[in-house]
Structure formats: structure tokens, C-alpha cells
T-cell receptor, first 112, second 114 residues
Framework: TQLLEQSPQFLSIQEGENLTVYCNSS?????LQWYRQEPGEGPVLLVT?????EVKKLKRLTFQFGDARKDSSLHITAAQTGDTGLYLC????????????FGDGTTLTVKP | KAGVTQTPRYLIKTRGQQVTLSCSPI?????VSWYQQTPGQGLQFLFE???????NKGNFPGRFSGRQFSNSRSEMNVSTLELGDSALYLC?????????????FGPGTRLTVT
């Protein structure tokens, strides 16, 4: 059973365009993290969202946690080639701390 | 503050051999988790250790094992390697400070089984 579904799986856009990546689940998570991973490296934590309805901004990246804490979105404004990478969402349960459940990821390619 | 370190970064083994991977967590982090990442399965949870005790275990065969030392450093071992064990093995450490439950990943060990 896939607890976290990400969409789209692949995204190829031109530099300067906007995009949104979605992370959906039927489970309610204690917290949800977004990571970016480059080939051959480990995921790098971008943000953690905890409260339903929470919105966090990191420069051109905007993260939102759904009101019911079951889904999240990542919006990138004016994408740059440096945004290219694999974006992963991961959910954690307080009762199962230390174990994150990951989505399959969205591979983003930003072309110059 | 130094990040999570993993050694070695790359490893080539043959079927039937065994391998030990090492992970040093961020200073002050007592929880260490291991994940296997493959193109087909994504990131799959292997196990988690806290204060030298395994608290969580994923759905992997008994050939996969681990341990944690008193200084929070962790090792994982895979015995009788199979071709399907080829993957990026990632270690993550956490302070387990609620409510964020954030994990910080190392660069991984790329294991190739031939």
C-alpha cells in the first residue's frame, strides 16, 4: 500500500515557468517533510510542515500543508536550472518516530 | 555543525559476499535510520536505532541487520549479497524533537553487487 502519492512523476519545464508538485495521502501525518535530491547524493531537507493549513516560504519555493494534514504541495515560482532534481515528500507519525514514509518523488528538469 | 557521514561512498561486491556500511550521525542526534533507495522501489525503510536499541524494522529479509554504538554511530550489515541488493543505502539521523520529527540524510553508500 502506497501511503504517499506524488504527482506528477516527471516534469520538464523552461526556465522562468512556475510549477506545482503534489503529495497526497489517505493517512494523517504528524509532520511532513519535503526533500530535494541530486543524483548520487542523499536527500537534502527543504522544509517541515506540522500544522494543518500551514504555509511556508523558502525564497521562490512555497510549501503548503493541507487542512486535514493528509496532503501537501510545493510551488516553485520562476524556476531556475538549479532547481533541477528529485523532489521527495515524506510523512512521519509521532508514534513511529525515526521512520519516514516517502513518496516516489517528482523528477524536475528545468531547461535553460 | 558537521552533517551525517557515511563510509564508504562506493562499494563493489560479488554475490554471496557480505558487506558492512557505517554511519556517523550529527552530533547530539541519537536516532539513526537506514533506507534503501532503488529506481524501481524508491526509498524503503530498513530499520531505526535509538540508544543502541532497534525500535523499528522495515519489511526486509533477515540478511539485513544493523547495530548502534554508545556514541550513536551505526553500522548496517548485509550478508549473502544478491544482485537485487544493488542500491544506494542512505543513513539519516534525527534529534526526534517533536513535533517536526525531521531526519537529516548522509550522502549514501552506493553498493553494486556483481
Amino acid at each position: 500500500t502506497q501511503l504517499l502519492e506524488q504527482s506528477p512523476q516527471f516534469l520538464s519545464i523552461q526556465e522562468g515557468e512556475n510549477l506545482t508538485v503534489y503529495c497526497n495521502s489517505s493517512s494523517v501525518f504528524s509532520s511532513l517533510q519535503w526533500y530535494r535530491q541530486e543524483p548520487g547524493e542523499g536527500p537534502v531537507l527543504l522544509v517541515t510542515v506540522v500544522t494543518g493549513g500551514e504555509v511556508k516560504k523558502l525564497k521562490r519555493l512555497t510549501f503548503q500543508f493541507g487542512d486535514a494534514r493528509k496532503d501537501s504541495s510545493l510551488h516553485i515560482t520562476a524556476a531556475q536550472t538549479g532547481d533541477t532534481g528529485l523532489y521527495l515528500c515524506a510523512g512521519s507519525f509521532r508514534t513511529n518516530a525515526g521512520k519516514s514514509t516517502f513518496g516516489d518523488g517528482t523528477t524536475l528538469t528545468v531547461k535553460p | 555543525k558537521a552533517g551525517v557521514t557515511q563510509t564508504p561512498r562506493y562499494l563493489i561486491k560479488t554475490r554471496g559476499q557480505q558487506v558492512t556500511l557505517s554511519c556517523s550521525p550529527i552530533s547530539g542526534h541519537r536516532s539513526v535510520s537506514w533506507y534503501q533507495q532503488t529506481p524501481g522501489q524508491g526509498l524503503q525503510f530498513l530499520f531505526e536505532y535509538f540508544s543502541e536499541t532497534q525500535r523499528n524494522k522495515g519489511n526486509f529479509p533477515g540478511r539485513f541487520s544493523g547495530r548502534q554504538f554508545s556514541n550513536s554511530r551505526s553500522e548496517m550489515n548485509v550478508s549473502t549479497l544478491e544482485l537485487g541488493d544493488s542500491a544506494l543505502y542512505l543513513c539519516a539521523s534525527s534529534k526526534l524533537a517533536e513535533p517536526s520529527l525531521e531526519q537529516y540524510f548522509g550522502p549514501g553508500t552506493r553498493l553494486t553487487v556483481t
